[in-house]
T-cell receptor
């Protein structure tokens, strides 16, 4: 299916466990983004990637790791989950750098850390 | 670092009326994009409208328009002829890098 997909959509884990959220897009967009959404904060950028093997930190990168070995995939890993990482995570992609290219979001992944 | 502020956590409008959502931002850049996104209960983020900073003309998309005041760093969204389907969270964003905390819009029938 064409588009941008996130998996899993819902995940419950325990403090200290490693969790990976997957993001896959079928458009070969160069730019991909990970955000977290928390009440009262809107969306905050965690990491973004301009191309395969190029990643950069956003506003709240601590506690997260990303990789981009293939253009279409941009996984987000919480190496040791904490309760403060309970959130809804959104992946997004865009064809180019300029805002003239529309940012398209995935459906979100709700993560609960107990 | 750029910041985006939405000072209205909640707004309410009567169906068919007009409502304006406020957004201010801070930046030292001269060229950038500003966006309004809508997030209905489905949680899907939907682009409503965008504005490039160097364009003086305010963007318009059907019932949605913006009042962009670059010097004041203000970017408000006006929704005309409000419909029940407009009820959602609305987020203002700077260059897709910084988002405001959101405004929850309720539309009363």
């Amino acid at each position: 299916d064409a588009g941008i997909t996130q998996s899993p959509r819902y995940k419950i884990t325990e403090t200290g466990r490693q969790v990976t959220l997957m993001c896959h897009q079928t458009w070969s967009h160069s730019y991909m983004f990970w955000y977290r959404q928390d009440l009262g904060h809107g969306l905050r950028l965690i990491y973004y990637s301009a191309a395969a093997d190029i990643t950069d930190k956003g506003e709240v990168p601590d506690g997260y790791v990303v990789s981009r070995s293939k253009t279409e995939n941009f996984p987000l890993t919480l190496e040791s989950a904490t309760r403060s990482q309970t959130s809804v995570y959104f992946c997004a992609s865009r064809r180019g750098f300029s805002g003239a290219n529309v940012l398209t979001f995935g459906a979100g992944s709700r993560l609960t850390v107990l | 670092a750029q910041t985006v502020t939405q000072s209205q956590p909640e707004m309410s409008v009567q169906e068919a009326e007009t409502v304006t959502l406020s957004c201010t931002y801070d930046t030292s850049e001269s060229d950038y994009y500003l966006f309004w996104y809508k997030q209905p209960p489905s949680r899907q983020m939907i682009l409503v409208i965008r504005q490039e900073a160097y364009k003086q003309q305010n963007a318009t998309e059907n019932r949605f328009s913006v009042n962009f005041q670059k010097a004041a760093k203000s970017f408000s969204l006006k929704i005309s002829d409000s419909q029940l389907g407009d009820a959602a969270m609305y987020f203002c964003a700077y260059d897709d890098m910084r988002f405001g905390a959101g405004t929850r819009l309720t539309v009363k029938p």
